[in-house]
């Protein structure tokens, strides 16, 4: 039980719409980093929320963006969404930025028509 | 830009049977390298680690050899069981920019009864 929750589990947008998805921090963990999994492909870092400030971003567009609340959950947001920003968005979080102890979500599918 | 590479989609092995996964990177700035599974419908979940300053860790079944020099590292299952099957990613990243890590494409393992 890894205690990272993440929501919807599903979703489909028609191009060109906004999207939110949603995540719930571990207990104690401090750090929600989102990574975009293609079909075939592993995980790419989208960008890191530490503390509620972005700590890092990965090679993605500005439209995609984030927000970490007081209580470490986080939200990505993507607008004007593409065919190929259909993909698993997973979140990961950890203690303190460390990737020793990061926990993943079963994560998003996003399905964009 | 494809930092991490795991140039084996796929690995079938028989029960009771060592399965040895491979990994290669190319950014000497590694240092912490990590190794996730992942079942279907499930999000990736931490199995060993190593930095840097080693050249092997062990966990019970699973060791982690990291040869520098080479920038290779590889997973072994001894022995392998069927509860193994499952996708498995290789992952790095930089202390110096611990933010953002790095995975493979990941290695399918199989292992029949």
């Known amino acids: 039980e890894t205690g990272v929750t993440q929501s919807p589990t599903h979703l489909i947008k028609t191009r060109g719409q906004q999207v939110t998805l949603r995540c719930s921090s571990q207990?104690?963990?401090?750090?929600v980093s989102w990574y975009q999994q293609a079909l075939g492909q592993g995980p790419q870092f989208i960008f890191q929320?530490?503390?509620?400030?972005?700590?890092g971003r990965g090679n993605f567009p500005p439209r995609f963006s984030g927000l970490q609340f007081p209580n470490y959950s986080s939200e990505l947001n993507v607008n004007a969404l593409e065919l190929d920003d259909s993909a698993l968005y997973l979140c990961a979080s950890s203690k303190d930025r460390a990737h020793t102890e990061a926990f993943f979500g079963q994560g998003t599918r996003l399905t964009v028509v | 830009d494809q930092q991490v590479k795991q140039n084996s989609p796929s690995l079938s092995v028989q029960e009771g049977r060592i399965s040895i996964l491979n990994c290669d990177y190319t950014?000497?700035?590694?240092?912490?390298f990590l190794w996730y599974k992942k079942y279907p419908a499930e999000g990736p979940t931490f199995l060993i680690s190593i930095s840097s300053i080693k050249d092997k860790n062990e966990d019970g079944r699973f060791t982690v050899f990291l040869n520098k020099s080479a920038k290779h590292l590889s997973l072994h299952i001894v022995p392998s069981q069927p509860g193994d099957s499952a996708v498995y990613f290789c992952a790095a990243s930089a202390l110096t920019n611990n933010n953002d890590m790095r995975f493979g494409a990941g290695t399918r393992l199989t292992v029949k009864p």
């Open positions: 207990s104690g963990h401090n750090t």
């Open positions: 950014n000497s700035m590694f240092d912490y």
């Open positions: 929320y530490y503390r509620e400030e972005e700590n």
